[in-house]
C-alpha cells in the first residue's frame, strides 16, 4: 500500500493550491514579484527526482513543460528559470520562475534577494484562475 501523500508545511505556509496535474500538485509562491509556480509530486518520501520511478520522472518533466509554457504564455516573461534545489525543504518540489530583464533578482537568483510581497486578493484569485484555466485546457 502506498503512503498517504501530505504536504510538507513549509510549502504549505508559502503556496497556495492551483491544479492538481497527473503527478504533481501545482501551487503558486505567494510572492508576487515573481510569477513563481510549484511543482510537488505527490509521492511520499520524495526527496530527489531520481526518487521517483521511472514513469514518474518521464510525468514530471512533461508537468514542467507544461507549466513552463503556461506561464510563459501567461507572462511573456523574458527567461524561465526552473530548479529543483530542496535545501531548506526537503520534500521533492520543483520551482518554475517566470523572470524579466530588471527584476530586482536579475540576473541572480531570486532566493534571499527582496522580500516576499504577497499577492492582493484579487489579483492572486485572478491568477489562479487564469492558471487553472489554462492548465486544464492543455
Known amino acids: 500500500m502506498t503512503a498517504a501523500f501530505s504536504l510538507d508545511?513549509?510549502?504549505?505556509?508559502?503556496?497556495?493550491?492551483v491544479a492538481d496535474l497527473q503527478l504533481s500538485a501545482v501551487r503558486l509562491m505567494n510572492d508576487a514579484t515573481y510569477p513563481w509556480l510549484i511543482l510537488v509530486p505527490r509521492r511520499e518520501g520524495a526527496v530527489e527526482i531520481v526518487d521517483l520511478a521511472g514513469e514518474d520522472r518521464v510525468q514530471l518533466?512533461?508537468?514542467?513543460?507544461?507549466?513552463?509554457?503556461?506561464?510563459?504564455?501567461?507572462?511573456?516573461?523574458?527567461?524561465?528559470?526552473?530548479?529543483?534545489?530542496g535545501n531548506m525543504v526537503p520534500q521533492l518540489h520543483v520551482?518554475?520562475?517566470?523572470r524579466f530583464a530588471?527584476?530586482?533578482?536579475?540576473p541572480g537568483p531570486v532566493w534571499g534577494k527582496a522580500p516576499a510581497r504577497p499577492y492582493a486578493d484579487a489579483s492572486r484569485e485572478g491568477f489562479i484562475a487564469a492558471l487553472?484555466?489554462?492548465?486544464?485546457?492543455?
Open 9 to 17: 508545511s513549509r510549502l504549505a505556509a508559502d503556496t497556495l493550491a
Open 61 to 85: 518533466m512533461e508537468e514542467i513543460a507544461t507549466v513552463s509554457d503556461v506561464l510563459r504564455a501567461m507572462t511573456r516573461c523574458d527567461k524561465l528559470n526552473v530548479a529543483a534545489l
Open 95 to 98: 520551482h518554475v520562475i517566470g
Open 102 to 106: 530588471g527584476d530586482p533578482a536579475w
Open 132 to 138: 487553472r484555466a489554462r492548465l486544464s485546457a492543455g
